[in-house]
């Protein structure tokens, strides 16, 4: 009998350890994603809002990065007109759907977004989203709002659809689409009464994504007010790896030094809680009074040394002074790089990620 009782111990301890080496195998499976880099969040990264000038360093980083480590795929794509009409593709929506991008930053549903982008509507009819990237994806999050008296809608890649009630306490909802094969389309269909639609995250299992954040115009004191809750689960949605973040030059005739700081620590705050490593970017010098912008750069000097992240300044690669910029040709007016400063600036981007272990490590562990 004792026997008996010995061998069925094993044999339980035996089952309970394959289960767990399952277990461990299945986690590691769903751990497969790419490196997701998020970047923004004006113009610095983004470039003029309206303008012919497309002084963008992100056009020239992001193929570079993607060449070395791989293509993760589109990654974060808001619903959103402005970003379509200057990364390409092609968004068409029925008429009951608003933009958010023309709303006032602080009020619902914009504080629930991720950076002001999405699409809205109170009272669905049957409405529709239909989007078509210029690049390819095999898996894909759609991200909505959840919110009490929330409607409906169908969603679907491929052919196949999912149907999501959005009724629920206020947050983000995320769903996850069904399909594995590379494609480049979303429809989304039968929306019915109140629901905000905010974008999606589209991607590949290995390679590295560069997500643009916000764009031209855009102010830290803005994202600083985005509803918390709903940013920690943004960011756990995303799962970004690295944020290379430049904010402030829009915020100069509005926020003293010590208000910017404050500003820098609520938004990044939930950023730097979640593990996601952060580069500090100091902005290109501009013409006219420097006052302000000296000023935030002292501060990000700070962030940095506080909290241990990467920092990057613009004029070790464009020059100290407007003039010295402009002088070597750099300058398309007396704020932005033109297309020649924004390729130096991708150039001494992509070496400061190359020659810092810490970067070179983390592009290459996924």
């Not at 995303?238 to 290379?244: A, T, V, W």
Request: with cysteine.
């Amino acid at each position: 009998m004792k026997k008996w009782m010995y061998l069925a111990t094993i044999l339980a301890v035996g089952i309970v350890l394959v289960l767990a080496n399952l277990g461990h195998g299945t986690e590691a499976k769903k751990a497969k994603q790419p490196v997701h880099i998020l970047a923004g969040i004006d113009s610095l990264t983004n470039g003029r809002l309206y303008g012919s000038n497309k002084s963008r360093y992100l056009d020239d980083f992001i193929p570079a990065l993607k060449k070395q480590y791989g293509d993760g795929g589109p990654g974060y794509i808001p619903f959103d007109t402005l970003y379509f009409q200057r990364e390409g593709g092609r968004l068409e929506f029925s008429g009951n759907l608003k933009e958010i991008n023309d709303l006032p930053h602080d009020v619902a549903p914009a504080v629930y977004s991720f950076d002001f982008k999405g699409l809205y509507t109170l009272r669905g009819q049957s409405d529709f989203i239909k989007m078509d990237l210029n690049r390819s994806f095999t898996m894909a999050k759609l991200f909505y709002l959840e919110q009490g008296g929330g409607g409906s809608f169908e969603a679907g890649s491929g052919g196949h659809f999912i149907e999501v009630k959005t009724n629920g306490r206020t947050g983000l909802g995320v769903i996850t689409l069904p399909g594995h094969t590379p494609r480049h389309s979303l429809i989304i269909r039968h929306i019915r009464g109140r629901v905000t639609l905010f974008g999606g995250y589209f991607y590949n299992p290995s390679g590295v994504i560069v997500s643009r954040v916000g764009q031209g115009g855009d102010r830290l004191e803005w994202y600083a007010g985005l509803n918390k809750r709903t940013l920690i689960q943004w960011i756990q949605a995303l799962q970004p790896d690295l944020y290379i973040f430049n904010g402030g030059m829009n915020d100069r005739n509005w926020l003293s030094a010590y208000r910017y700081k404050a500003s820098l620590d609520m938004y990044l705050t939930p950023f730097l809680k979640s593990h996601c490593t952060l580069i500090l970017s100091i902005p290109n010098a501009i013409r006219g009074d420097e006052t302000r912008l000296k000023a935030y750069s002292h501060e990000l000097r700070l962030f940095s040394k506080q909290y241990h992240t990467g920092l990057i300044s613009y004029q070790d690669a464009l020059g100290t002074s407007y003039r010295e910029a402009y002088l070597k040709g750099y300058m398309a007016d007396d704020i932005h790089p033109n297309a020649k400063g924004a390729s130096v600036m991708s150039r001494h981007l992509l070496n400061y990620l190359n020659h810092h272990e810490v970067f070179r490590t983390l592009l290459s562990t996924k």
